[in-house]
């Protein structure tokens, strides 16, 4: 979906959201009150560029807007893969832009992620996946990797891979995987204006990510292995 | 010296924490492995990769985890993940002293796909948690393996990454840059480039590892201690200021560098003196120079 129409769905009370080389930012109205809006668009790879725009428009909203809601509109292919990337340390402008959101959730700003259309590894982790909550419309696509390359990789016969994205969660590319994973708080589908004003209300500081993927049945060791770190005791089966 | 590089996870923590001091958790003879391995005919570990606990470390209490690059790179499955996160709100809990973070990864575990993407994820908050809870967190890279995908987003995630010369830290890897857009673009088999490019001196020059030191593991045990003690009381957590200042030292290094491609060009911009003589250059002589010419963070105008 293009972002104008997501964009038009969210917010009703209207937005000046703008889009300049991929990277949008911009405010909108939800429920009568003031949003921050960043995000990217058209697939686009984050690059060293658009992970440094993005994390400033957090830090101007931190700055500026203290306690503002933010929502980050995720569309991407992943980390740009180039060798210029890798020279200046993509990793250290990835890690900033998770900082900067960090940093604003600590300050009180709520953090909303809602993959909008593509979502893949390296540009994901340091938006969606370090928000309050991360959402995905229904037809979205989340994945680390494509199957064929996953099979270069893991020497694991692409035909296997296909055969488990069916019906195993840890590989198949549909938003319900990760909802059932507890990498997702949900999927909206219908009134996205009122799915956003409940995802703000139900906002939590901590990652209850874990107990989710573990009451879902997505994934199932993750909960009771952090557990038994914490606490010193044995691991019980799910 | 005796080289970190070569000795694996279960024989670096003892030769970083004070002798005899490390509380495993979750040790191997509890047998707990990933559930996603067997489906594709994958080996197990019984620590999943990881070693992670509690010793004292010059005296103190603090927590660790030491990845093992043995195991597939040392990348991040479900269970690796968790046992990353336990150990780390319980270093919250506990009131630890620090957190030292010895990582040898190749990041997300493929075989694992989602499970391990949303666990580097949820390791980066972890760490996050343990700052903002007032307790420094110190990375140290040094595995052959070098320090790649998530965990080298991670690492940056930490108040000081100690880096040895022969570390590498980056994002994706050669392989992976170079299969999605040619060999061109980046050679993987030019292992003069990918050390230029991802290396312990290039890393501290650009300012992306605060300490550097020789492949020597009391060198880098030395270097922990020292980044734990220079971090003042309350300068743990993350700050706008200091965002602030990180924030002008990406802008400027994306500007000092238009139309860069060679990481020796980026030397020079820095200033070094004859940067085709940097990888050659001895510790001592090298950290002489770069010290007067690598990038920090600096709070710039506001």
Not at chain 1, 133 to 138: E, I, Q
Not at chain 1, 160 to 182: C, I, Q, W
Not at chain 2, 11 to 19: H, N, S, V
Request: proline fraction near 5%; aromatic fraction near 4%; glycine fraction near 12%.
């Amino acid at each position: 979906m293009d972002w104008q129409s997501v964009a038009a769905q969210l917010f009703p009370g209207g937005h000046d959201i703008t889009e300049a080389d991929n990277f949008l930012s911009g405010s909108a109205q939800v429920d009568g009150k003031p949003v921050a809006v960043i995000g990217t668009t058209d697939h686009t790879p984050i690059g060293i560029e658009i992970a440094l725009a993005q994390a400033q428009a957090i830090l101007r909203t931190v700055r500026e807007h203290p306690g503002r809601p933010i929502l980050i509109l995720v569309d991407t292919q992943g980390q740009r893969l180039r060798h210029r990337d890798e020279m200046l340390g993509i990793n250290s402008y990835m890690a900033h832009l998770g900082k900067c959101v960090d940093l604003a959730r600590r300050e009180g700003h709520t953090v909303i992620g809602l993959v909008y259309d593509q979502a893949l590894s390296g540009g994901f982790i340091t938006s969606g996946l370090i928000a309050s909550a991360c959402y995905a419309l229904p037809e979205a696509t989340i994945r680390v990797m494509g199957l064929p390359a996953m099979a270069r990789i893991t020497k694991v016969p692409e035909e296997r891979l296909t055969e488990l994205a069916k019906d195993n969660p840890v590989f198949a590319p549909g938003p319900e995987n990760y909802l059932r994973m507890g990498g997702l708080h949900g999927i909206w589908d219908g009134d996205l204006a009122g799915e956003l004003i409940r995802a703000l209300a139900d906002a939590r500081a901590e990652d209850g990510r874990m107990a989710l993927g573990l009451a879902r049945g997505g994934r199932l060791m993750a909960h009771p292995v952090a557990q038994a770190v914490r606490v010193g005791s044995d691991v019980r089966p799910a | 010296m005796s080289s970190y590089q070569e000795l694996t996870a279960r024989q670096r923590i003892p030769a970083m924490f004070d002798a005899g001091s490390f509380e495993e958790f979750l040790p191997p003879s509890m047998r707990i492995v990933s559930p996603h391995l067997a489906q594709l005919d994958a080996a197990v570990s019984f620590d999943d990769g990881v070693v992670v606990g509690r010793g004292k470390f010059g005296g103190r209490v603090v927590f660790g985890a030491a990845q093992e690059g043995g195991f597939m790179g040392g990348a991040v499955g479900e269970v690796h993940g968790a046992k990353l996160v336990g150990m780390l709100q319980r270093a919250i809990d506990e009131r630890a002293h620090a957190v030292v973070l010895l990582l040898e990864s190749g990041g997300v575990r493929l075989h694992e796909a989602n499970a391990g993407l949303i666990a580097v994820s949820e390791v980066m908050r972890a760490m996050l948690d343990v700052r903002a809870a007032g307790i420094p967190v110190i990375a140290v890279v040094g595995g052959a393996n070098g320090c790649f995908g998530g965990m080298g987003i991670a690492a940056r995630c930490a108040n000081t990454v100690i880096m040895s010369e022969e570390g590498r830290l980056a994002m994706s890897g050669p392989e992976v840059i170079e299969t999605a857009n040619g060999v061109e673009e980046f050679d993987s088999r030019d292992r003069a480039l990918v050390w230029r490019t991802t290396g312990g001196k290039h890393r501290y020059l650009l300012g992306d590892c605060q300490v550097l030191v020789e492949d020597d593991t009391e060198a880098l045990r030395a270097a922990a201690l020292d980044a734990i003690a220079d971090i003042p009381p309350g300068g743990a957590p993350l700050t706008l200021d200091g965002l602030l200042a990180e924030q002008a030292m990406l802008e400027r290094r994306l500007q000092d560098t238009q139309g860069l491609s060679e990481p020796m060009d980026v030397w020079k911009g820095l200033g070094m003196p004859d940067p085709a003589r940097v990888p050659m250059l001895e510790p001592d002589e090298f950290l002489t120079l770069a010290t007067q010419h690598r990038a920090t963070p600096t709070l710039g105008e506001r």
